[in-house]
């Protein structure tokens, strides 16, 4: 029961920001320079794999192992007795709660992850970049003043030769209406493996059929 409600509280943090932004405050070149790589870096990803830690304010814990496939396919597997999932088959955002039973739907539009997921998204457009105190990090901001219920979301990348784009996705930060904050913190990134699309599929815990 204590992983459940754990892993409820993030995942509904996770999933009430949105990424319908508005324009950011004109950048300084660099900062224009760093935004426009992030949005190469981001948009070079085909596929991805990776282990990642996600935690709330409170400090607590959950693991698992995140596959990506553009566009708008990601699958987050929990460790070991966390009975949850969180999957995208393109269109929705599908949250499944195994111990109880039910199941949840957002739009990839109306996700966080929109960032990675949806091709239409530009983060040129809507981010900008905040300082970090490296000029190994940068980070992006997105946010929508005119809209505060959909919260904001940071992507933080590293820079690495070997990554895509010359960026790597190294953790994103959630902050809902309600001041609740998720991050998600990646390791042990791979690239552009074949993943096949039956690995953005789920079993229905409501009944036989597989989703």
């Not at 995942?11 to 660099?30: F, I, M, R, Y």
């Not at 190469?40 to 192992?65: E, K, M, N, Y």
């Not at 999957?87 to 960032?115: C, H, M």
Request: hydrophobic residues 40%; proline residues 6%.
């Amino acid at each position: 029961m204590t992983s459940r409600l754990t892993f409820g509280s993030l995942a509904g943090a996770a999933v009430s920001a949105a990424l319908v932004v508005s324009a950011p405050a004109p950048a300084v070149a660099q900062d224009a320079a760093d935004l426009a790589s992030a949005v190469t870096a981001l948009r070079a990803i085909s596929t991805l794999r990776a282990d990642f830690v996600q935690s709330d304010t409170r400090g607590q814990q959950v693991r698992g192992v995140l596959t990506l496939k553009r566009p708008g396919k990601i699958r987050f597997q929990y460790e070991k007795g966390v009975p949850m999932l969180i999957v995208s088959d393109g269109s929705a955002l599908t949250f499944i709660d195994y111990e109880v039973r039910q199941v949840q739907r957002w739009p990839i539009k109306n996700s966080p992850l929109g960032a990675l997921l949806d091709p239409s998204r530009d983060v040129g457009k809507y981010g900008r970049v905040m300082p970090t105190g490296s000029d190994r990090i940068v980070s992006v901001e997105v946010r929508d003043a005119k809209r505060p219920e959909y919260g904001v979301i940071t992507l933080v990348f590293t820079r690495k030769a070997g990554a895509p784009g010359g960026l790597e996705l190294s953790s994103w930060a959630a902050l809902d209406s309600q001041k609740r904050r998720t991050i998600v913190t990646l390791s042990n990134q791979q690239y552009d493996l074949a993943v096949p699309d039956n690995t953005f599929r789920y079993n229905d815990p409501r009944g036989p059929v597989r989703r």
